[in-house]
């Protein structure tokens, strides 16, 4: 999609701060970190929403999910515990509308999620 922001940071259109890559996805660091780690994972190719990406490749929202993982393993916040949040719809503050799980970690986060 060509007005997509996050497609742009794929294609590398938009400079992000990429802190990992695999064959079907991208993350990189929230540009308005809400914790000390806030990386975004997404696929490359564009599905709006996390239900239609499990619709269309249920196998890369797995990618997706396995990434976030490997990302708070690597930022140090795995074994103290993160946060995997997918935002879906503008009632639930979904902006970007191309599927993004926030990795949130390295402070304590309340629950239940304002
Ligand atoms: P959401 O509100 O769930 O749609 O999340 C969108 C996220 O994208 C927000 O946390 C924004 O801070 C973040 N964001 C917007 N533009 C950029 C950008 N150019 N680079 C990195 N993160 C961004
Ligand atoms: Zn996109």
């Not at 996805?25 to 190719?45: G, K, M, S, Y």
């Not at 599905?47 to 140090?76: F, I």
Request: net charge negative.
């Amino acid at each position: 999609m060509t007005d997509c922001l996050f497609c742009k940071i794929v294609s590398g259109d938009v400079p992000a701060e990429i802190v990992r890559e695999s064959a079907g996805t991208v993350a990189f660091r929230d540009i308005n970190p809400q914790a000390p780690t806030h990386v975004l994972v997404i696929p490359r190719e564009h599905h709006p929403t996390a239900a239609e990406l499990a619709a269309a490749d249920a196998g890369l929202l797995a990618e997706v999910v396995r990434e976030a993982h490997q990302v708070a393993v690597d930022e140090g916040v795995a074994d103290g515990g993160y946060r995997l949040v997918l935002n879906t719809g503008a009632q639930a503050g979904q902006t970007v509308f191309h599927v993004h799980a926030h990795v949130l970690g390295g402070r304590g986060l309340n629950w239940p999620p304002g």
